[in-house]
Structures are given as structure tokens and as C-alpha cells.
């Protein structure tokens, strides 16, 4: 069963601590996002790698960091430095310029 | 700067009607532009992909059509099901200035469906 799967679907911290949403995929697609939705906007990127151990900082990277390290896997860790963190949290990969997304992740850091 | 509106925010229309989803884009420089699906609290499913040199896309009950240089995409819905009932974005992926494809896909706020039985 091709795709993006995404985990853990809800997550709660408490504020100051680091997490990492996992976001994996076996659709042998060379690029991956990382986005956030906010109730009334758009999404906005976070990040994106277009290759193994390569990536770029998009719109909102300030407060997040990201690893590539697999061509499967491409997490992202939501740090204590990110002032509003609490979203949902979608990650997306690409082919031919179509973009697929995973389930999504909900962090709600209190 | 590129920027996606979509009008109406909201739309609630009976079963069975057919109806009209608007996208603008203030950039006619676009390589593609994507239209998605979003049920409530799950991720985004694609349902059509137009390129910039295409007019338009079908699939199934669902047409999709681009004019580039007006800076408008419509996605058109025969024959509503309360099944259809969910957010429907547009996103613009950006060309480079030699015409490829960027890595940046913009999106608009979405649309929010309700289809009545």
C-alpha cells in the first residue's frame, strides 16, 4: 500500500520541550515538505528537501529543524524556540511536480 | 508576490446541484496549479493537476479549468453529493524564470463545501 504516513495523528507537549513528527514514505519520490495549517490561512511551508541529506529553509522555518537522512523519511522537530507551535502539521512529497500529502499531525503544546 | 484567493470562503448548496469553486492568482507566472480536497482534520488528496499550457482537466464528476492570464482557476462539480461535503483548496506552483518548476507550491485559504441531502 503506497504512500505518506504520518505520526503519532495527535501529540501534546508542554511547553519548552523539543518533539519530532515522523513522516515517512514509500512512494520513491525524491522531494518532501513539511507544512502548517492554521485555522484561516493557507498552508505555509516549513521546510523541503529535494534529495538525500539536502534541504531548504521555506517561509517559517524559524523554531524548526529538519534531517534528511533516508530518502523515506523526512522528520521534523518542533523546538522550544518556535513561539506558537501549537497547528496541525502536514508533510507532502512530490513527483513530476504533483504534490501528495500524508494524514497529518495535530501538536498541541500547552 | 504571489497571492491565492478563493471566493466563495463558504458554500452550502442541496444535493444534486451543480456548482462553481473559484481560485485567483495575482502572478501569471505559474508552472501548475493543484486542486485538493480536505476533509475535516485529515490530510489533503489531490484531485486534478492542470499544467500552465492546459485549459483544463477532468475527472469524473469534477472539471477543472485554468486561464493563466487572467489569473483564474474554476473547479466545476456536476451533480453534488453530500459526499462532496469538505474544504477544497487551489494551490499555484511557481516558475522559474526560465520556465521550470520551483519547489513552491502557494495555496489559497480554501473553500468550505456543504452539500445538503
Known amino acids: 500500500d503506497g504512500g505518506i504516513t504520518q505520526s503519532p495523528k495527535y501529540l501534546f507537549r508542554k511547553e519548552g520541550q523539543n518533539v519530532t513528527l515522523s513522516c515517512e514514505q514509500n512512494?520513491?519520490?525524491?522531494?518532501m515538505y513539511w507544512y502548517r495549517q492554521d485555522p484561516g490561512q493557507g498552508l505555509r511551508l516549513i521546510y523541503y528537501?529535494?534529495?538525500?541529506?539536502?534541504?531548504q529553509k521555506g517561509d517559517i522555518a524559524e523554531g524548526y529543524s529538519v534531517s534528511r537522512e533516508k530518502k523515506e523519511s523526512f522528520p521534523l522537530t518542533v523546538t522550544s524556540a518556535q513561539k506558537n507551535p501549537t497547528a496541525f502539521y502536514l508533510c507532502?512529497?512530490?513527483?513530476?511536480?504533483?504534490?501528495?500529502f500524508g494524514p497529518g499531525t495535530r501538536l498541541t503544546v500547552t | 508576490k504571489q497571492e491565492v484567493t478563493q471566493i466563495p470562503a463558504a458554500l452550502s448548496v442541496p444535493e444534486g446541484e451543480n456548482l462553481v469553486l473559484n481560485c485567483s492568482f495575482t502572478?501569471?507566472?505559474?508552472?501548475?496549479l493543484q486542486w485538493f480536497r480536505q476533509d475535516p482534520g485529515k490530510g489533503l488528496t489531490s484531485l486534478l493537476l492542470?499544467?500552465?499550457?492546459?485549459r483544463e482537466q477532468t475527472s469524473g464528476r469534477l472539471n477543472a479549468s485554468l486561464d493563466k492570464s487572467s489569473g483564474r482557476s474554476t473547479l466545476y462539480i456536476a451533480a453534488s453529493q453530500p459526499g462532496d461535503s469538505a474544504t477544497y483548496l487551489c494551490?499555484?506552483?511557481?516558475?522559474?524564470?526560465?520556465?521550470?518548476?520551483?519547489?513552491?507550491?502557494?495555496f489559497g485559504t480554501g473553500t468550505l463545501l456543504a452539500v445538503q441531502p
Open positions: 507532502a512529497s512530490s513527483q513530476r511536480n504533483e504534490q501528495y
Open positions: 512512494l520513491n519520490h525524491d522531494a
Open positions: 528537501s529535494q534529495i538525500v541529506n539536502d534541504f
Open positions: 502572478d501569471s507566472a505559474i508552472y501548475n
Open positions: 492542470i499544467q500552465s499550457s492546459q
Open positions: 494551490a499555484v506552483r511557481l516558475s522559474t524564470s526560465y520556465g521550470g518548476a520551483t519547489n513552491k507550491l502557494i
